[in-house]
């Protein structure tokens, strides 16, 4: 069996390595290309997206013909089969739904609404995950092992999404999951998906020559997602059939490095008022690069790290011991933690609202509406100095009496990423409370958003906007030259040394409608609506 595996493995790694440079010639006609967009897409050029079409094209043709050319396609119980022809058909949707999104753009909860139907599919098929013995206590999930299926397959799903935002990350991710699995399915007699896993570890291999950095073909939404679909079912298949701890947390491990990655994206997303499906560059492969590393030096150190959970998940498998899982994922987040690589940003956060929502259980009656004054700075990314643009918008505040005010800066394409909230004294409640969000725009990219909430008797919006804009006005010079130097704060003339090429503010224009975020025309433009 051994032998079939490495011929496996070698056989989609030779198929990968021409299919590749094959679906590279198709992708350009079709427009299955991804451009750069100078805001978060900073290649030099435009790059295929064909990685997922070569995973699932290679991974069931070899495995398919293995399969059958070693007797074991057609093996098996009954509802084993069915399980890989759910597996088959929920891949081929999902992959159809990541071509959409690379082509055309789907929004969040399209793709989510996709993810969701292809785990349904897998449910459907035969997938399940009822029970576990951890340390002699057996644990029956009952009505929540449906709920458990669905958070694990959309969890996995996501979380390599999530990772694939540079080169090479989510490709060697998919390598070294893949490649435990196939072992752990080996050891656990599983030789189906042993040959699976082997042929999707040897694609992602061949495939990994061309998403090496710098990269000339990319993944894609079609390419992250199946990869972590299909460890999502394949873990269910050969790692927590067994009713032991070791079978619960031996995919955990396997996953760990995403799954904290996915974890701390949530955090940092929703305490910073922002979607969920947002995008930001606070993700481990962006803290790496910040750090000073290059890209490829940071996806040695992340091939280290997920090494490190993937060799204890495998051995906790093995031997069927649990411990080996934990101390493999204790290992990684005591080594982001000390080398201060992950995680500070968002226990911060977490800090900081876990304090207000514990002082707010101490306040009743009328006290509710007296409270201190409340700032959150964060500095996501970047060493750019904001302070004078945030202490004029806290001013602002005080000095109108407005209940909440939120400045988020986000400039990817000069690595500079900065949040921060501001919370009156005084809480009026929301019975007669206003909100208007003001996008604000340099040039031709939207830079970031001004969130303002405020009291109708206290604060009138036709009272408060008007000024407001007229600050932003004020501003201008300072945030401009922010974005343009690197180190010093820009003076109160608007100078820093050199004169400020302050473009003209278009913010006088304001649209009833506050979802607006059309792009101004205008070039060198710093515009504001609301």
Same mark, same amino acid.
């Given at each position: 069996?051994?032998?079939?595996?490495?011929?496996?493995?070698?056989?989609?790694?030779?198929?990968?390595?021409?299919?590749?440079?094959?679906?590279?010639?198709?992708?350009?006609?079709?427009?299955?290309?991804?451009?750069?967009?100078?805001?978060?897409?900073?290649?030099?050029?435009?790059?295929?997206?064909?990685?997922?079409?070569?995973?699932?094209?290679?991974?069931?043709?070899?495995?398919?013909?293995?399969?059958?050319?070693?007797?074991?396609?057609?093996?098996?119980?009954?509802?084993?089969?069915?399980?890989?022809?759910?597996?088959?058909?929920?891949?081929?949707?999902?992959?159809?739904?990541?071509?959409?999104?690379?082509?055309?753009?789907?929004?969040?909860?399209?793709?989510?609404?996709?993810?969701?139907?292809?785990?349904?599919?897998?449910?459907?098929?035969?997938?399940?995950?009822?029970?576990?013995?951890?340390?002699?206590?057996?644990?029956?999930?009952?009505?929540?092992?449906?709920?458990?299926?669905?958070?694990?397959?959309?969890?996995?799903?996501?979380?390599?999404?999530?990772?694939?935002?540079?080169?090479?990350?989510?490709?060697?991710?998919?390598?070294?999951?893949?490649?435990?699995?196939?072992?752990?399915?080996?050891?656990?007699?599983?030789?189906?998906?042993?040959?699976?896993?082997?042929?999707?570890?040897?694609?992602?291999?061949?495939?990994?020559?061309?998403?090496?950095?710098?990269?000339?073909?990319?993944?894609?939404?079609?390419?992250?997602?199946?990869?972590?679909?299909?460890?999502?079912?394949?873990?269910?298949?050969?790692?927590?059939?067994?009713?032991?701890?070791?079978?619960?947390?031996?995919?955990?491990?396997?996953?760990?490095?995403?799954?904290?990655?996915?974890?701390?994206?949530?955090?940092?997303?929703?305490?910073?008022?922002?979607?969920?499906?947002?995008?930001?560059?606070?993700?481990?492969?962006?803290?790496?690069?910040?750090?000073?590393?290059?890209?490829?030096?940071?996806?040695?150190?992340?091939?280290?790290?997920?090494?490190?959970?993937?060799?204890?998940?495998?051995?906790? $498998?093995?031997?069927?011991?649990?411990?080996?899982?934990?101390?493999?994922?204790?290992?990684?987040?005591?080594?982001?933690?000390?080398?201060?690589?992950?995680?500070?940003?968002?226990?911060?956060?977490?800090?900081?609202?876990?304090?207000?929502?514990?002082? $707010?259980?101490?306040?009743?009656?009328?006290?509710?509406?007296?409270?201190?004054?409340?700032?959150?700075?964060?500095?996501?990314?970047?060493?750019?100095?904001?302070?004078?643009?945030?202490?004029?918008?806290?001013?602002?505040?005080?000095?109108?009496?407005?209940?909440?005010?939120?400045?988020?800066?986000?400039?990817?394409?000069?690595?500079?990423?900065?949040?921060?909230?501001?919370?009156?004294?005084?809480?009026?409640?929301?019975?007669?409370?206003?909100?208007?969000?003001?996008?604000?725009?340099?040039?031709?990219?939207?830079?970031?958003?001004?969130?303002?909430?405020?009291?109708?008797?206290?604060?009138?919006?036709?009272?408060?906007?008007?000024?407001?804009?007229?600050?932003?006005?004020?501003?201008?010079?300072?945030?401009?030259?922010?974005?343009?130097?690197?180190?010093?704060?820009?003076?109160?003339?608007?100078?820093?040394?050199?004169?400020?090429?302050?473009?003209?503010?278009?913010?006088?224009?304001?649209?009833?409608?506050?979802?607006?975020?059309?792009?101004?025309?205008?070039?060198?433009?710093?515009?504001?609506?609301?």
């Amino acid at each position: 069996m051994i032998t079939t595996l490495l011929v496996t493995f070698a056989i989609a790694l030779a198929a990968s390595l021409v299919v590749v440079p094959v679906l590279k010639l198709i992708a350009v006609p079709i427009g299955l290309i991804d451009h750069p967009d100078k805001r978060r897409k900073l290649q030099n050029r435009p790059i295929p997206l064909v990685g997922g079409i070569a995973l699932f094209l290679v991974t069931v043709i070899v495995s398919c013909c293995v399969m059958a050319w070693n007797g074991l396609l057609l093996i098996g119980q009954p509802a084993e089969r069915l399980e890989l022809v759910g597996l088959v058909i929920a891949s081929v949707l999902l992959m159809l739904v990541g071509i959409a999104d690379d082509r055309f753009g789907l929004r969040g909860r399209q793709k989510l609404f996709g993810q969701i139907v292809a785990a349904s599919i897998l449910i459907a098929f035969g997938f399940s995950f009822d029970s576990t013995v951890i340390y002699g206590y057996r644990i029956h999930f009952g009505h929540f092992a449906l709920l458990i299926m669905y958070a694990w397959i959309l969890g996995c799903i996501n979380s390599v999404n999530l990772l694939d935002g540079a080169d090479g990350f989510a490709t060697s991710l998919g390598i070294l999951i893949a490649g435990g699995l196939c072992v752990i399915s080996f050891f656990s007699g599983h030789h189906q998906d042993a040959i699976i896993t082997g042929a999707m570890c040897g694609a992602l291999v061949g495939f990994l020559r061309f998403n090496f950095p710098p990269a000339s073909a990319y993944l894609g939404d079609a390419g992250s997602m199946l990869i972590g679909m299909l460890v999502a079912a394949i873990a269910i298949r050969s790692a927590t059939k067994e009713p032991m701890a070791y079978a619960l947390f031996a995919p955990i491990a396997l996953l760990a490095i995403p799954l904290i990655d996915t974890g701390a994206a949530i955090i940092r997303r929703r305490l910073t008022g922002k979607s969920i499906y947002s995008t930001d560059r606070g993700h481990l492969h962006h803290t790496l690069i910040r750090k000073g590393l290059s890209p490829r030096l940071a996806l040695l150190w992340f091939v280290l790290l997920c090494s490190t959970t993937v060799i204890g998940a495998t051995f906790s $498998s093995i031997y069927r011991q649990s411990e080996y899982a934990f101390i493999s994922i204790a290992a990684v987040l005591c080594c982001l933690i000390g080398f201060k690589y992950f995680g500070f940003l968002e226990f911060k956060l977490l800090s900081d609202k876990a304090k207000h929502v514990g002082k $707010s259980f101490f306040v009743f009656g009328k006290t509710k509406k007296e409270s201190k004054e409340r700032q959150v700075k964060i500095r996501l990314q970047g060493n750019r100095n904001w302070e004078y643009v945030w202490s004029s918008t806290t001013e602002f505040a005080k000095k109108y009496d407005l209940n909440e005010i939120v400045l988020d800066l986000d400039l990817p394409w000069i690595h500079e990423s900065f949040h921060a909230t501001y919370h009156g004294s005084t809480n009026h409640g929301e019975d007669n409370e206003w909100t208007a969000e003001i996008p604000l725009q340099s040039t031709d990219r939207i830079i970031g958003r001004i969130l303002l909430k405020a009291n109708v008797h206290l604060a009138p919006t036709s009272e408060i906007l008007p000024k407001f804009l007229d600050m932003l006005t004020d501003l201008e010079p300072y945030l401009l030259a922010t974005i343009e130097t690197k180190d010093k704060l820009p003076s109160s003339d608007g100078r820093n040394g050199k004169p400020v090429q302050a473009a003209s503010l278009s913010a006088s224009t304001i649209d009833e409608d506050a979802s607006s975020n059309q792009v101004s025309d205008h070039a060198d433009s710093f515009d504001v609506r609301v």
